[in-house]
């Protein structure tokens, strides 16, 4: 049983900073990704991040402000968030693929193990 635990979440005012970080136990796949969900509206993607390779893939309006990135430990990733807007605020979920998954995907219904998930708040 795969179990994915995020922490880092917390009030920020705009153009503050914030550091994620994420870990999976046990057998994942190819790629691991945060999404995000605002009241409301749809769960969406965020970034994602090959375990193996390092490459990274991001929702284009949040280029240049994310960075998803590895962590030494095995199975665990963080996402830098910069500059930060109070539309950022939202629900921050881990994600990771089955380890039958060798692709990454910014499809929700492609990530298997998912975490409860961290309050990010930007506010003034």
């Known amino acids: 049983q795969v179990q994915v635990e995020e922490s880092g979440g917390g009030l920020v005012q705009p153009g503050d900073s914030l550091r994620l970080s994420c870990q999976a136990s046990g057998r994942v796949g190819y790629a691991m990704a945060w999404f995000r969900q605002a009241p409301g509206k749809e769960r969406e993607f965020v970034a994602a991040?090959?375990?193996?390779?390092?490459?990274?893939y991001y929702a284009n309006r949040l280029k240049g402000r994310f960075i998803i990135s590895r962590n030494n430990a095995a199975n665990s990733i963080a996402l830098q968030m910069n500059s930060l807007k109070p539309d950022d605020t939202a629900v921050y979920y881990c994600?990771?693929?089955?380890?039958?998954?060798?692709?990454?995907?910014?499809?929700?219904?492609?990530?298997?193990?998912w975490g409860q998930g961290t309050q990010v708040t930007v506010s003034s």
């Open positions: 991040i090959v375990l193996s390779g390092g490459s990274t």
């Open positions: 994600a990771a693929q089955k380890d039958t998954v060798i692709v990454v995907t910014q499809n929700k219904n492609d990530y298997a193990y």
